[in-house]
């Protein structure tokens, strides 16, 4: 059974297109009106409405990574968001033009999009409003995903790698299972216990609740 969680207000969960992919608006604490765009799935008009309706101001959008189902949208948000710069990990930094490599031919879409503004690394820091989130590699589902951990917050975008219950697929050309493997129990499991995961599909769930009882992935 999904566990009871109701994450915080200002983080706002859209599943969008026909995989229902979770694309999320990270709203900046305060009076601010800043906000990121965390994924940017098939069809994305509910979250540019909300986004305009509420009066934010997009400062990013911050692609987990480069698959077509977290993609597919990015002309629409690039469209209705002139000028707001798209970051992925440098790993995937070729992929939003190669419909091989995003997985998009798989589906008979064969989607291109113009290269993101900035690339990411392991260990960078993004800011919104003075509240810095902490960008970690976790590789294995694809080459260049990212999860995105505030500690003020207490919470984890992570992106395909890890599920309530379950975790990314590692059967993808480019997927790696041993790294998927690694990048769980290394890096999502060392989180605090209470840490909120915010998934790319499916409810959220916590990193403790993981650790204990999910049936693929258990801690070293």
């Given amino acids: 059974m999904p566990l009871e969680i109701n994450p915080p207000e200002r ?13 999320y608006v990270l709203r900046a604490t305060g009076d601010s009106d800043a906000c990121w765009i965390i994924d940017a799935g098939f069809v994305p008009d509910v979250l540019i409405d ?14 987990t990574h480069a698959h077509a189902d977290h993609i597919g949208g990015l002309d629409d948000l690039r469209a209705a968001f002139p000028g707001v710069p798209t970051l992925i990990h440098e790993a995937e930094a070729h992929w939003l033009d190669d419909a091989d490599l ?24 993004l800011e919104l409003a003075g509240e810095t989130w902490r960008v970690i590699h976790t590789p294995g589902h694809s080459p260049g995903s990212v999860s995105l951990y505030g500690d003020r917050e ?17 059967d993808f050309p480019t997927s790696d299972g041993h790294q ?18 915010l998934p790319g599909h499916g409810p959220p769930t916590v990193i ?9 992935v258990r801690p070293e």
Avoid: W
């Fill in 11 to 23: 983080i706002i969960r859209f599943p969008l297109g026909p995989f229902q992919t979770n694309c």
């Fill in 50 to 63: 909300y986004v305009r309706a509420q009066g934010l101001k997009p400062e990013l959008i911050i692609l």
């Fill in 102 to 125: 995003n997985l998009s031919n798989n589906f008979g879409m064969s989607l291109t999009f113009a290269p993101a503004e900035r690339e990411l690394k392991d260990g960078d820091t």
């Fill in 154 to 170: 207490d919470a984890c975008f992570a992106g395909d790698t890890l599920f309530h219950g379950s975790i990314g697929r590692y």
């Fill in 180 to 197: 998927l493997f690694a990048s769980i129990q290394q890096s999502l499991y060392n989180l605090p216990d209470h840490t909120l995961v």
């Fill in 208 to 216: 403790g609740h993981e650790k204990l009882t999910n049936p693929h």
